[in-house]
């Protein structure tokens, strides 16, 4: 118990340097059973790997190149949009909620929705917020290390990824020799069977949960939502939890078509 939270507790101190070689681990053993098979039909393993890794780059440089491009317009027409949004939670929402929350705890959230209450709240407590701006300074300078922190594991993945893909077979060798020979055939079953099932399992919902964002932000889109491919891929991304994807398409969607008003000019 003593060794394995020793373990834990080093791995815990080295995870910033860890996470590169992780990710890339991660990347090599989705990849390893594609080399694999086209390895199988005679090609060299050095050029099987070069495809496979060839393949995932461009992949990954499209669906950057689609995506980018469309998460920022769709910012950019959530943020001018936005005065719809507060106006909706000020008239209608809090216009609702805000009378039953002040009777029931004696909060006011409509004089939180003031911007001139709040300016002036700033005002009485600007010593406070320049100690706050202290801190969102310091924040910013350890941010641009955690930049350069990330442009290097930006690069240093790609690299390792494609080590990883090349020598898999090797390393599981390696760990496979470390095994107890009495014990090597009930290892290597259960380590295949969790294998097979694990990989499966991330490679299905991967594609679920591209299948999903692809299909709830199409579908809000041609339905006139503004902001619908937006909610799409998050949606899409919280697949992974069960129920919470689907949710918060529901919620988020509902709230997007109230405040157009699409159909319920009224409730707009």
Request: hydrophobic share 60%; net charge positive; proline share 4%.
């Amino acid at each position: 118990a003593a060794i394995g939270l020793g373990i834990v507790w080093l791995l815990g101190k080295l995870s910033t340097v860890l996470t590169p070689f992780a990710v890339a681990a991660l990347l090599g053993w989705l990849g390893d059973p594609i080399v694999d098979r086209i390895e199988a039909r005679g090609v060299r393993r050095n050029t099987a790997v070069i495809a496979v890794f060839t393949a995932m780059c461009l992949l990954l440089t499209v669906v950057l190149l689609i995506l980018v491009p469309v998460i920022a317009r769709q910012i950019v027409v959530l943020v001018e949009s936005w005065p719809q949004y507060q106006s909706w939670f000020g008239g209608w929402f809090a216009g609702r909620f805000a009378p039953w929350l002040r009777t029931a705890t004696g909060f006011d959230l409509l004089s939180w929705l003031d911007t001139q209450h709040l300016l002036q709240m700033l005002r009485e407590h600007w010593q406070r917020a320049g100690g706050v701006a202290v801190n969102v300074l310091g924040f910013v300078s350890r941010s641009g290390l955690a930049a350069i922190w990330w442009a290097t594991n930006l690069v240093l993945i790609p690299i390792l990824a494609f080590f990883f893909l090349r020598d898999w077979d090797r390393f599981v060798e390696r760990v496979a020799s470390l095994i107890p020979r009495d014990h090597i055939l009930t290892v290597t079953r259960l380590a295949k069977e969790s294998d097979e099932v694990l990989g499966g399992f991330l490679r299905g919902q991967f594609l679920v949960m591209a299948a999903l964002g692809v299909m709830y932000g199409l579908g809000l889109w041609l339905v006139g939502i503004k902001v619908g491919i937006l909610i799409g891929i998050i949606g899409g991304l919280l697949s992974f939890v069960p129920y919470l994807g689907p949710a918060s398409v529901v919620v988020m969607g509902v709230i997007a078509a109230l405040v157009q008003g699409l159909g319920m000019p009224g409730l707009a």
